[in-house]
């Protein structure tokens, strides 16, 4: 008995392999419908540029011939036609999108089509629980090899419909890309072949408009070398990656590709050699975009297509250190809550992938998330940044889970801010002509303090200026050299939402320090002053603030390293007559002091000054501190030092030339005469 069992089991298997090699009917997309479509059915259809849309019309025209009903087709978007969503057949077949495309956004709005907000990670786990239980799928494929089928450009929730699926048909086309991971398919799992040739749907490139190309400067910026990437599609992905090509050793793990990825793989800036899992691979779960992409995909080992469940897995995604998560979104409040998915009661999108990999994205060493989006719509009629959402609209990803937001106008990091600092951060990003009533409405609100100051601007002269972010690398404590360390100081424009990092500076300082450095008794001042020194108004005063990571230890355990400010540099120029020399300052937290960071903040500044017309500087230094002489004498070949007399007011052209009573020794400098030494690193 036990011998029959084994050789029971035995045949089994040689049975399975027997059919796994035995190719499905070939029928027409007449008789494929006919044989498995009927009234009531539920069919999941091949997503993005793998839509069957032969098989995809054969089966409206079935429905409506044979007055069929209540059919319903589900889907992720499509580029193909989209009869199902026509008002001819509206009343045999309904369509229920995953995500709106353009081609049923109409649909869906009228009526005739639905909208299931889900994630894309969640999908097939209703599939296979029954919790959306599929009757049917319909997929187009590669030619069969070896009892298998490849789903081509799109993997993502069609396998695991597959395998819930009561019957599968394919319709077969030569012109669809043989692709590898997990997009293989036996034979065995077929129902019927429908051989048809067709193109594949083509989504070209965009053209990239001045606040796309902005917003991929900006994002570039945050992303490091090594880092794993996730971007959608669009004028923005594009933007960013176009902005990369500086980068290196770049992976991809994500939802989809484009084309703009082939440039940087051309290149070599993506080769995945940094990525923890999957590495030298680059990672989707589909990808729409020209032929030229589709011939890349082909038969090509560097791109495994997974299935979403695998893709999506937030748990996946966290194990990539540096991931950095790129999303867009159609709107954002002042709080953080962003819109995606609708605008007002109108759905537009869907949820996507985006929480999916924000999630992740914040879960991972290193990881960041960005949001991404165009400051006004409409054209320049209508502020996307908002005080709050539109009546109706929905929240995908809620503020809680907001890392990064990007418009063309800079960046605003909202993870671990107050509504107030959120809120003041996220102004800045709007198109300036909307910033004054942003402002309003927040103090109405009482997101931000009465009377709160923020800085002039309402041109593109208040765009936020990257090109002045850099990094440098000092020695710290150098009494031996056991005790030396090299640390890497990141620099960037001071703003509005440093006023915390500015306090926090300040308060470590000694009084006499700055009181030196701004005049200011330091430990009495108000939050307007503050919001002064913060608000810089760019078309007059430059500000500079520079970063040490420091980590900090709790129980005898390394904590993860942070951004501390640790000094800043600045000037003001008011375009007064007669006012050659500008003021300037530059501060230092004590803990960095003598180790040349003050030298070369300055040298910073004036290299900037200089570009700016900007003659030279006046920085003043309090009786029996030679502090600021000895940092100017470094940097520029002459100091002139003239002691200050009674009733001189700093800030008045008039007094420029007469002494104070503070006792304060005023220092010029002439830009051009910056020593050979520093002058050379800012050429």
Same mark, same amino acid.
């Given at each position: 008995?036990?011998?029959?069992?084994?050789?029971?089991?035995?045949?089994?298997?040689?049975?399975?392999?027997?059919?796994?090699?035995?190719?499905?009917?070939?029928?027409?997309?007449?008789?494929?419908?006919?044989?498995?479509?009927?009234?009531?059915?539920?069919?999941?259809?091949?997503?993005?540029?793998?839509?069957?849309?032969?098989?995809?019309?054969?089966?409206?025209?079935?429905?409506?011939?044979?007055?069929?009903?209540?059919?319903?087709? %589900?889907?992720?978007?499509?580029?193909?036609?989209?009869?199902?969503?026509?008002?001819?057949?509206?009343?045999?077949?309904?369509?229920?999108?995953?995500?709106?495309?353009?081609?049923?956004?109409?649909?869906?709005?009228?009526?005739?089509?639905?909208?299931?907000?889900?994630?894309?990670?969640?999908?097939?786990?209703?599939?296979?629980?029954?919790?959306?239980?599929?009757?049917?799928?319909?997929?187009?494929?590669?030619?069969?090899?070896?009892?298998?089928?490849?789903?081509?450009?799109?993997?993502?929730?069609?396998?695991?419909?597959?395998?819930?699926?009561?019957?599968?048909?394919?319709?077969?086309?030569?012109?669809?890309?043989?692709?590898?991971?997990?997009?293989?398919?036996?034979?065995?799992?077929?129902?019927?072949?429908?051989?048809?040739?067709?193109?594949?749907?083509?989504?070209?490139?965009?053209?990239?408009?001045?606040?796309?190309?902005?917003?991929?400067?900006?994002?570039?910026?945050?992303?490091?070398?090594?880092?794993?990437?996730?971007?959608?599609?669009?004028?923005?992905?594009?933007?960013?990656?176009?902005?990369?090509?500086?980068?290196?050793?770049?992976?991809?793990?994500?939802?989809?590709?484009?084309?703009?990825? &082939?440039?940087?793989?051309?290149?070599?800036?993506?080769?995945?050699?940094?990525?923890?899992?999957?590495?030298?691979?680059?990672?989707?779960?589909?990808?729409?975009?020209?032929?030229?992409?589709?011939?890349?995909?082909?038969?090509?080992?560097?791109?495994?297509?997974?299935?979403?469940?695998?893709?999506?897995?937030?748990?996946?995604?966290?194990?990539?250190?540096?991931?950095?998560?790129?999303?867009?979104?159609?709107?954002?409040?002042?709080?953080?809550? %962003?819109?995606?998915?609708?605008?007002?009661?109108?759905?537009?999108?869907?949820?996507?992938?985006?929480?999916?990999?924000?999630?992740?994205?914040?879960?991972?060493?290193?990881?960041?998330?960005?949001?991404?989006?165009?400051?006004?719509?409409?054209? #320049?009629?209508?502020?996307?940044?908002?005080?709050?959402?539109?009546?109706?609209?929905?929240?995908?990803?809620?503020?809680?889970?907001?890392?990064?937001?990007?418009?063309?106008?800079?960046?605003?990091?909202?993870?671990?801010?107050?509504?107030?600092?959120?809120?003041?951060?996220?102004?800045?990003?709007?198109?300036?002509?909307?910033?004054?009533?942003?402002?309003?409405?927040?103090?109405?609100?009482? &997101?931000?303090?009465?009377?709160?100051?923020?800085?002039? #601007?309402?041109?593109?002269?208040?765009?936020?200026?990257?090109?002045?972010?850099?990094?440098?690398?000092?020695?710290?404590?150098?009494?031996?050299?056991?005790?030396?360390?090299?640390?890497?100081?990141?620099?960037?424009?001071?703003?509005?939402?440093?006023?915390?990092?500015?306090?926090?500076?300040?308060?470590?300082?000694?009084?006499?320090?700055?009181?030196?450095?701004?005049?200011?008794?330091?430990?009495?001042?108000?939050?307007?002053?503050?919001?002064?020194?913060?608000?810089?108004?760019?078309?007059?005063?430059?500000? %500079?603030?520079?970063?040490?990571?420091? %980590?900090?230890?709790?129980?005898?355990?390394?904590?993860?390293?942070?951004?501390?400010?640790?000094?800043?540099?600045?000037?003001?120029?008011?375009?007064?007559?007669?006012?050659?020399?500008?003021?300037?300052?530059?501060?230092?937290?004590?803990?960095?002091?003598?180790?040349?960071?003050?030298?070369?903040?300055?040298?910073?500044?004036?290299?900037?000054?200089?570009?700016?017309?900007?003659?030279?500087?006046?920085?003043?230094?309090?009786? #029996?501190?030679?502090?600021?002489?000895?940092?100017?004498?470094?940097?520029?070949?002459?100091?002139?030092?003239?002691?200050?007399?009674?009733?001189?007011?700093?800030?008045?052209?008039?007094?420029?030339?007469?002494?104070?009573?503070?006792?304060?020794?005023?220092?010029?400098?002439?830009?051009?005469?910056?020593?050979?030494?520093?002058?050379?690193?800012?050429?």
């Amino acid at each position: 008995m036990l011998h029959m069992t084994r050789i029971s089991k035995v045949l089994v298997r040689q049975l399975k392999v027997a059919r796994q090699y035995t190719n499905p009917p070939t029928l027409s997309a007449t008789q494929a419908i006919e044989q498995h479509v009927r009234s009531g059915a539920r069919v999941l259809i091949g997503s993005g540029a793998a839509e069957p849309q032969h098989l995809v019309e054969e089966l409206c025209l079935h429905a409506s011939t044979k007055n069929l009903s209540d059919i319903q087709l %589900v889907h992720l978007m499509t580029l193909g036609t989209a009869p199902y969503a026509n008002e001819a057949t509206s009343s045999h077949v309904r369509h229920n999108a995953f995500f709106i495309g353009a081609n049923v956004r109409n649909a869906v709005r009228s009526g005739m089509a639905d909208y299931t907000p889900c994630r894309l990670w969640d999908i097939p786990t209703f599939f296979r629980t029954q919790r959306l239980p599929i009757d049917g799928v319909i997929v187009q494929c590669a030619p069969p090899r070896d009892g298998f089928i490849s789903l081509g450009v799109s993997v993502d929730i069609l396998k695991s419909g597959i395998e819930s699926a009561n019957f599968v048909l394919a319709q077969v086309n030569p012109n669809m890309p043989w692709t590898i991971g997990d997009s293989l398919i036996p034979v065995s799992s077929i129902d019927a072949f429908v051989e048809h040739e067709e193109p594949l749907c083509e989504l070209q490139p965009p053209a990239l408009d001045i606040p796309a190309l902005w917003i991929g400067k900006y994002v570039a910026n945050l992303v490091p070398n090594g880092a794993c990437l996730q971007l959608g599609i669009g004028g923005i992905p594009d933007a960013v990656l176009a902005a990369l090509k500086g980068k290196r050793d770049l992976g991809i793990h994500t939802e989809m590709i484009s084309d703009g990825v &082939l440039d940087l793989i051309d290149l070599g800036v993506v080769n995945g050699s940094k990525k923890n899992i999957n590495p030298g691979a680059i990672v989707t779960s589909f990808c729409m975009g020209t032929r030229r992409l589709y011939d890349t995909v082909h038969d090509n080992p560097l791109f495994q297509f997974r299935p979403t469940e695998y893709t999506n897995d937030p748990f996946i995604i966290s194990q990539h250190d540096n991931m950095i998560s790129i999303n867009s979104a159609l709107g954002v409040d002042l709080t953080g809550q %962003v819109a995606a998915d609708s605008l007002g009661h109108r759905f537009y999108s869907g949820v996507g992938g985006q929480v999916d990999f924000v999630r992740g994205a914040l879960r991972s060493k290193g990881g960041r998330s960005v949001i991404a989006l165009p400051s006004t719509a409409k054209h #320049g009629e209508t502020s996307r940044i908002t005080l709050a959402l539109a009546s109706g609209t929905g929240v995908v990803t809620p503020r809680a889970d907001v890392d990064f937001v990007v418009t063309e106008y800079g960046i605003a990091s909202l993870r671990a801010k107050t509504v107030c600092e959120r809120a003041i951060a996220l102004i800045q990003l709007a198109h300036p002509k909307f910033r004054e009533q942003l402002m309003q409405e927040a103090m109405n609100h009482g &997101l931000i303090d009465t009377g709160h100051i923020l800085p002039a #601007g309402h041109d593109e002269s208040s765009r936020y200026d990257i090109d002045l972010e850099g990094e440098c690398e000092f020695v710290i404590d150098a009494e031996s050299k056991n005790d030396s360390r090299t640390i890497r100081l990141h620099y960037r424009p001071l703003k509005p939402s440093d006023e915390r990092n500015l306090k926090d500076l300040f308060y470590r300082l000694p009084p006499e320090s700055a009181a030196a450095s701004f005049g200011l008794p330091v430990r009495n001042l108000t939050e307007r002053q503050f919001q002064q020194l913060v608000s810089i108004d760019s078309a007059n005063s430059v500000a %500079v603030a520079f970063f040490a990571p420091e %980590v900090t230890t709790r129980h005898g355990v390394n904590q993860q390293p942070r951004d501390r400010l640790i000094a800043v540099a600045r000037y003001e120029h008011h375009h007064r007559k007669g006012l050659d020399h500008v003021p300037a300052t530059v501060v230092v937290d004590k803990a960095y002091q003598g180790n040349g960071i003050g030298a070369y903040a300055i040298a910073y500044l004036a290299s900037i000054a200089k570009k700016r017309d900007i003659f030279g500087f006046e920085v003043m230094e309090v009786p #029996g501190d030679t502090q600021m002489e000895r940092i100017l004498s470094r940097v520029f070949e002459s100091v002139d030092v003239q002691p200050r007399c009674e009733n001189q007011d700093a800030n008045t052209a008039e007094a420029v030339n007469v002494p104070s009573a503070d006792g304060r020794t005023r220092l010029r400098v002439d830009l051009d005469c910056m020593t050979a030494a520093y002058a050379s690193r800012f050429t």
